[in-house]
């Protein structure tokens, strides 16, 4: 569509103002501000599209019409806008256009106001909008690239590695598992610090440590000198008391008369030497007194002769009194023994039943032979008896599996009709076999007829081939001719005119015809030889099919096979599978019937033995007295009993045995001592007691013998009473003696010089065990020191009180020390409690481990990133690549205008694949963004994207006016001079440009170009100068 | 082990001592993965264990003196905890009178040693400014002088050398020289998989000194290798790793094993290893099999090994992939300095992490990054009709 004319009536701008359009080419239009332009351009988008519902937001629009040439030829446009006083011929005023509608839409196509305004008519506000670009219908345009498939996989590859890497760690490195992981090695890296710390505190700890050694060193030290110094004190005081008391003692012996010798215990002795003088006096006189009385007593004697004639047998009698008192008792036990041992073995008797003697017990064998031989006899009758039950069992459960198998197998054999069971799998083998070999001739006869067929098609594609064209044979006909002449005609040259070309004539005549006969052979000979063998085949095949299909029928018989050869097979099979199952249960029952009479044997064996040992046993049984109905149980129970009679009866004989032999020793005696008494004086009758005789007899020879022992006690007392006497007064004389030796000894005449004598002796003997006893004390108080000497100035000078003083304070300072080293020492168990909780603190280790487990992810994260990069830009390169190679065709037009208006700084535009952003690249291969450009550079790249949208669109068939308001105010000389030349040769290339500015060197930058601007009247102020330019209207 | 000389001693006193190396206590374990809670207190406590034990042998062997070679505490670990358990371990010993000799090749490393710890008078550092040789006596009859040796070539470049020189009846001496390093007491990372522990030397008078290995470690690392065939399933894999932990012999002082396999193979398990979490369940399940009664196994990696472990040897399936293949060959050419570039370029960089990723990045395999990139791509580029859909 070209716009023509423009007629517009806008109260207050324009009135009836029509401007006339070439229809191509450049219209620049220059006007002052308040000119109209814009007026004029909403005017031209107004009439094509409508006008805004409210009207122009300057109220100028008003009505008019456009006049547009269009293939359908020229037409013209009416409308007003809505609520306009001005009113155009043809219009209505309800927005409506009066000219043909379709022609209109031919050749908008589709084109709405919006993108109209965005593309065709734009102002410079539009130029600065990038959004403006970036609407759908637009965008087809620019970001139009064309995924296909490699694309797509590049997207979806790209954005898989974007999704990993991101999981990775962002773009903003804020979040990610890298992310995480290094923060939670910066903690624990922390933590490791602060626990390492403790190793400053262990130096600290272990200082401290070290001082308080050396404290407790110093105060070991400090405790040893005082120790020392209160040593030496306490052995002063502990030498000072035996020291002074040998000084004293030393001191009084001085003064004591020496008396070398006094007899030991002098005093004493002569003491006892007096008392004893005294005392063998008085015995001497007291023993004379006696010998006079015992001499009395001997001479009177009165004894009885009677009785001492028959002391000694009365005595044998008496001596085993005791001895025959327990003969009586044991007697009674004994007789008591055989009364209960009796009544056990009744007791016994009656357990083992009636008809039991005491005889009958004794005759039975009980001995530990005879029970061997009765558990033995019980133990194999039982063990007969288990054995036949279980071989009992075992043929029961065999014949009840016998009987099933054979019934289950009687049913399946039903079907063989009488028939035998290796007959019928033989019979259904060679039915099988059979059945494989029909298969198998059918299959050979599919095989020939599929043989034949493609013999047959063989032979069909060989005829063809072995047809030659006529004109073949045509030309082969003349050479063949042609060689016969040429030969005949050589034989006549040869003959009539010359050999030579007679033989050249003839050798051509035998050239053409060979070589008509060789062609035919090259072409036709092979092909009839493999059709020759083709028949050949065919009919070996036909021949073999034949008698193929004489064996199937032979096999079939008259009848053919009902049903698939397959299916018949598998059934064959099935059925051999069958029979052999059954021929298997077959065996199996055989099997079990030898297996069943196998048992039936060993439980006949086992019933013989079974009888073998009930025999045995009833016949010992018998033989042991007991009925032959009695169980084995209570055979061995009844076998217990009788050992029990048998043991209790001969307990009674025993018992019966000792109590005979005691009876007659006791009945002996009691005649012997009766016999006695009989002869005694007032002897006893019949009936006394033989133990109380016995007992009367020890009272009197009790008393004999008293009064014998008695005699002669008395005259022994009386020869010692004398003797005695005797050596008394020898004794006197003999201390008499001693005493006056021991006044000698003591230098004293009498009694009293002795005792002054003794007096001195003891005293000095006692200041000498004192100065000893002193001089003991004092080497046992320096036993112990033997590093201390004895000062005699120190001991002289010694000051007990001051001493003990010394002595306490001393205490008080030790007691302070050792106090002090305790709590030393526990501090120092303190200090060392806490170096080693840091020692053995394994906080460090665990914070060290988990340290390594983060390092380790770490390691495995930076490989998975270092892959996840490598392969992003990897297909970022391949991306870059299919992005350059793929881009629209309209925006390669754009960046060869961008080149242009920009000389050459800016040589590409391309979008990045899926995205709606344009990318510039300048002359050194820089990437930038298009909001990265300054505002001049911005508006040439929206400029000629809009020009390159606008020629994509012509070549669509849309081919509108472009409607530029000022949109190269912005730009610097050089581009603007560019961009003109651009829209110049563009408009030259068919496109209406209709270009307005105020401007005025832009309009004569158009006019240098040729492009005679049209001069817009300035409504304001008109000037003069205007009237002289090309005015509109 | 098998340097020391093999001549016979004609006569000469029994001399007994145990050589470890690298106690390394309180060091932690590299590359453990996430363990169970009663797992990793031993784990956490491995060395302190391990020295614990090898104290323990010096004590049941009766041996005359104990040779400690290499760092015996980490340099790097502040911590007091190490050297407090190695005066406490050489304490024990002091009670029995016997020596130990510590030789930590470089003596400037016990300029970090806490000045509050103070070693027993049983201990001898050997190094400059400190003992040159050490003599071992019993009952007043010198057994051996013992001295550190020079470092031979290829030997660990913590690890010096010992010489132990033993008194002969003749007035003269035999010279025995102890350059094998028993590996250390306990293994730190994945590399050193088998049992650790130290050697018992005795050193008799008619015979040859004798060598006993004492394993002391109770964490033990161990790496596997297993095939995976097209046919096999979970569980078939399963057993087959029980069986391979069964069949390996273990020691007693073993309380965890560490375990690392490598799979190699294709088909759907070997592609199902890829994915972490069967991974993670497949170890789980072969923990409750306890295959080792008594020991904890804890699988601390699970990888699947192709092949090659070149890009090269992915099979790429179009004209993208192969695109793909070659830029990422052509980027990582230079491996050393791929890495730094991958960083230069990405938004980290001047960002807080950047020196910490850029220390991660240099312990990196770039070969490694580029196989497992290109396995990625591949595996997107690999379903075109998934990604179109």
Request: hydrophobic fraction near 40%; charged fraction near 30%; aromatic fraction near 6%.
């Amino acid at each position: 569509m070209k716009l023509t004319e423009i007629q517009i009536d806008c109260p207050g701008v324009w009135r009836n103002l029509t401007l006339p359009v070439p229809p191509t080419g450049l219209s620049v239009f220059y006007g002052p501000n308040e000119a109209g332009k814009t007026t004029l351009r909403q005017f031209i988008a107004g009439v094509l599209f409508g006008f805004p519902p409210t009207g122009d937001q300057s109220g100028h629009i008003g009505a008019g019409s456009l006049q547009i040439e269009v293939a359908m030829g020229t037409h013209r446009l009416y409308r007003t806008a809505p609520g306009s006083p001005a009113q155009m011929p043809g219009s209505n005023a309800d927005d409506a256009v009066s000219a043909p509608a379709a022609a209109l839409d031919e050749s908008l196509k589709g084109i709405d106001r919006q993108l109209f305004d965005r593309i065709f008519a734009t102002g410079l506000r539009g130029m600065t909008e990038l959004d403006s670009l970036s609407g759908d219908d637009v965008a087809k345009h620019l970001f139009a690239i064309s995924l296909g498939p490699t694309g797509t996989r590049l997207m979806e590859a790209s954005r898989r590695v974007e999704e990993r890497r991101a999981l990775l760690i962002d773009p903003l490195q804020k979040e990610g598992e890298l992310v995480s992981l290094f923060e939670r090695q910066d903690q624990l890296t922390a933590r490791l610090n602060e626990i390492e710390s403790a190793q400053r505190r262990h130096g600290e700890w272990s200082q401290r440590r070290d001082q308080l050694e050396r404290e407790i060193a110093d105060l070991r030290k400090r405790l040893a000198g005082t120790g020392e110094q209160l040593r030496g004190h306490e052995f002063l005081q502990s030498v000072w008391g035996p020291w002074d008391r040998i000084r004293d003692c030393r001191h009084e012996l001085d003064g004591l008369p020496e008396i070398a010798e006094f007899p030991e215990r002098g005093l004493e002795r002569l003491e006892k030497l007096e008392s004893e003088i005294a005392a063998a006096a008085e015995c001497r006189d007291r023993l004379l007194a006696e010998v006079r009385h015992i001499h009395d007593e001997v001479m009177n004697p009165a004894e009885t002769a009677a009785w001492r004639s028959h002391a000694a047998a009365m005595r044998g009698f008496v001596e085993q009194r005791d001895w025959l008192e327990g003969l009586a008792q044991r007697r009674q036990e004994l007789q008591q023994n055989v009364f209960d041992r009796e009544n056990e073995f009744v007791l016994a008797c009656d357990q083992l039943g009636a008809g039991w003697t005491a005889s009958r017990v004794e005759s039975a064998d009980v001995s530990a032979a005879a029970q061997r031989r009765l558990w033995g006899t019980a133990e194999s009758f039982l063990s007969a008896l288990s054995r036949r039950r279980a071989i009992k069992r075992k043929c029961r459960r065999i014949a009840e599996a016998r009987r099933d198998l054979k019934e289950s197998l009687a049913e399946s054999l039903h079907d063989l009709d009488g028939g035998s069971l290796d007959a019928a799998l033989n019979l259904a083998r060679a039915r099988f076999v059979e059945l494989n070999r029909t298969a198998a001739l059918r299959l050979r006869e599919v095989e020939l007829v599929e043989r034949l067929e493609t013999l047959g098609q063989h032979r069909d594609r060989i005829v063809p081939q072995l047809t030659l064209p006529k004109w073949v044979y045509f030309v082969l006909g003349i050479f063949a001719f042609m060689g016969v002449i040429l030969a005949g005609w050589g034989l006549v040259a040869g003959i009539a005119v010359s050999g030579i070309a007679g033989a050249i004539y003839a050798m051509l005549g035998i050239t053409c015809g060979g070589l008509a006969w060789g062609l035919k052979i090259q072409y036709e000979g092979d092909a009839e030889m493999r059709l020759g063998e083709i028949e050949t085949a065919s009919i070996a095949a036909a021949r073999e099919l034949q008698t193929l299909r004489d064996s199937i029928r032979r096999v079939d018989g008259n009848e053919p096979p009902a049903g698939d050869a397959s299916t018949l097979v598998c059934q064959a099979q099935d059925r051999i599978g069958e029979l052999v199952e059954l021929s298997a249960h077959q065996r199996k029952l055989r099997g079990m019937r030898q297996h069943l009479a196998a048992c039936r044997k060993k439980l006949a064996t086992a019933e013989r033995e079974a009888g073998t040992a009930r025999q045995n046993w009833n016949e010992l049984i018998a033989k042991l007295g007991f009925p032959e109905a009695l169980a084995v149980d209570e055979a061995l129970a009844a076998w217990q009993r009788l050992a029990v009679a048998a043991e209790r009866l001969s307990a009674l004989k025993l018992a019966q045995r000792e109590a005979h032999a005691v009876n007659s020793i006791w009945e002996s005696y009691r005649q012997r001592i009766a016999e006695l008494e009989r002869r005694l004086p007032q002897g006893g009758g019949e009936g006394v007691e033989l133990l109380d005789v016995l007992s009367a007899w020890d009272d009197q020879l009790i008393a004999l013998e008293r009064g014998r022992e008695d005699r002669h006690e008395l005259r022994s007392r009386l020869r010692l009473k004398r003797r005695e006497a005797r050596e008394h007064e020898k004794r006197l004389e003999n201390i008499k003696v001693q005493r006056n030796a021991l006044f000698v000894q003591g230098g004293g005449a009498n009694r009293d010089e002795f005792e002054e004598r003794s007096r001195l002796f003891a005293r000095r003997t006692f200041l000498e065990d004192q100065l000893h006893d002193a001089e003991r004390d004092l080497d046992a108080a320096c036993a112990g020191h033997g590093d201390l000497a004895l000062v005699e100035e120190d001991l002289e000078s010694f000051e007990p009180r001051q001493n003990s003083e010394c002595i306490e304070m001393l205490r008080l300072e030790l007691a302070d020390l050792e106090s002090d080293l305790a709590r030393a020492f526990e501090q120092l168990g303190g200090i060392q409690r806490e170096i080693e909780a840091i020692e053995t603190d394994s906080q460090g280790t665990k914070v060290r481990f988990e340290l390594q487990q983060v390092e380790d992810q770490l390691r495995t994260r930076a490989r998975d990133w270092a892959v996840c990069e490598s392969a992003a830009r990897t297909i970022d390169e391949l991306r870059r690549d299919f992005e350059r190679t793929h881009q629209p065709q309209a925006l390669a037009e754009a960046a060869k205008f961008l080149a242009r208006m920009t000389c050459q700084k800016y040589k590409n535009l391309w979008t990045p694949l899926g995205e709606r952003r344009l990318i510039v690249e300048d002359d050194r291969g820089r990437s930038f963004p298009v909001q990265s450009l300054s505002r001049g550079t911005r508006e040439q790249l929206l400029l000629a994207v809009r020009m390159a949208v606008v020629r994509e669109m012509a070549r669509q068939g849309i081919s509108l006016p472009v409607i530029l308001d000022d949109v190269i105010v912005n730009f610097d000389e050089e581009r603007a001079a560019a961009t003109v030349a651009l829209l110049v040769e563009l408009a030259a290339q068919g496109q209406q440009v209709l270009f307005f500015t105020c401007h005025k060197h832009l309009a004569q930058l158009f006019a240098t170009q040729g492009i005679e601007p049209v001069w817009l009247p300035n409504h304001s102020e008109p000037t003069p100068e205007r009237d002289e330019k090309r005015l509109a209207g | 082990m098998s340097s020391l000389t093999q001549e016979p001693i004609p006569t000469m006193d029994s001399f007994r001592c145990i050589h470890a190396s690298r106690l390394l206590l309180d060091h932690q374990l590299h590359g453990t993965g996430t363990l169970a809670a009663d797992v990793r207190n031993v784990v956490e406590d491995a060395t302190f264990i391990g020295f614990e034990k090898i104290i323990d042998a010096c004590l049941v062997h009766e041996v005359d003196c104990l040779l400690l070679a290499g760092e015996s505490i980490d340099p790097a670990n502040k911590g007091l905890r190490g050297p407090a358990a190695l005066v406490r371990g050489i304490q024990r010993l002091a009670e029995r009178d016997i020596p130990v000799i510590l030789d930590a090749g470089d003596s400037n490393r016990w300029s970090n040693w806490p000045p509050g710890l103070r070693f027993p008078p049983n201990a001898h550092r050997l190094g400059t400014g400190f003992e040159s040789s050490v003599s071992i006596a019993r009952s007043g009859r010198l057994l051996a002088t013992i001295t550190a040796a020079e470092t031979p070539s290829g030997a660990h470049r913590d690890i010096t050398g010992w010489q132990i020189q033993l008194p002969e009846a003749h007035g003269t001496t035999r010279t025995f020289p102890l350059h094998d390093d028993p590996g250390p007491a306990q293994g730190i990372d994945r590399n050193a998989t088998g049992s650790h522990g130290c050697v018992l030397l005795e050193f008799d008078g008619d015979s040859a000194p004798r060598q006993t290995v004492i394993a002391t470690a109770p964490v033990r690392w161990e790496s596997f290798e297993i095939s995976v065939a097209d046919t096999m399933s979970r569980d078939d894999l399963l057993q087959e790793m029980a069986s391979i932990l069964e069949r390996t012999s273990r020691k007693p002082c073993e309380k965890v094993w560490l375990v690392g396999w490598n799979v190699s193979g294709d088909g759907e398990l070997a592609k199902a290893l890829l994915e972490a979490r069967f991974c993670d369940e497949l170890a789980a399940d072969l923990a409750e099999l306890v295959p080792l009664p008594g020991i904890s196994v804890h699988t601390h990696s699970l990888r699947v090994q192709t092949s090659s472990q070149s890009v090269r040897s992915i099979k790429v399936h179009d004209e993208l992939a192969t695109e793909f293949v070659a830029r990422l060959e052509e980027r990582f050419a230079r491996p050393t300095t791929a890495l730094q570039e991958c960083l230069m370029h990405s938004a980290l960089r001047a960002g807080p992490w950047e020196m910490k990723m850029e220390t991660l990045l240099a312990e990196l395999d770039a070969g490694e990054v580029a196989h497992d990139a290109c396995r990625m791509a591949m595996h997107w580029f690999g379903a075109p009709e998934e990604l179109s859909s």
